[in-house]
């Protein structure tokens, strides 16, 4: 079973950029596909990003495709999402997830999840 702790949320004005990072427990992090959700108040948990067990593949939702990037460090144990090109509407709550295998586009596909991170994006 992986653990993940999420970090680097805060508040950023429009326009601007935040990396979260998820560290995940060590050994069994390349045995794991990621994805980035986010939830805001009142609203379904949204998916954002997610990547391989390998790295070598990465899919987007549509709303932040172009703007941001997901990728893993093997060494590190650590999965970042890089946001740029902030908008207020991204503001939420955001979390790491992890599956054993290939990646799901939605929440239910995966059964391990981080505490989240605040995004807050001012206009």
């Known amino acids: 079973q992986v653990q993940l702790v999420e970090s680097g949320g805060g508040l950023v004005q429009a326009g601007g950029s935040l990396r979260l990072s998820c560290a995940a427990s060590e050994r069994t992090f390349t045995s794991y596909a990621m994805g980035w959700f986010r939830q805001a108040p009142g609203k379904e948990r949204e998916f954002l990003a997610a990547?391989?067990?390998?790295?070598?593949?990465?899919f987007y939702a549509d709303s932040v495709k172009g703007r941001f990037t997901i990728s893993r460090d093997i060494a590190k144990n650590t999965v970042y999402l890089q946001m740029n090109s902030l908008k207020p509407e991204d503001t939420a709550v955001y979390y790491c997830?992890?599956?054993?295998?290939?990646?799901?586009?939605?929440?239910?596909?995966?059964?391990?999840w981080g505490q989240g991170t605040q995004v807050t994006v001012s206009s």
């Open positions: 990547i391989s067990w390998s790295g070598g593949s990465t």
């Open positions: 997830a992890a599956k054993w295998g290939p990646f799901h586009t939605y929440a239910g596909g995966y059964n391990h």
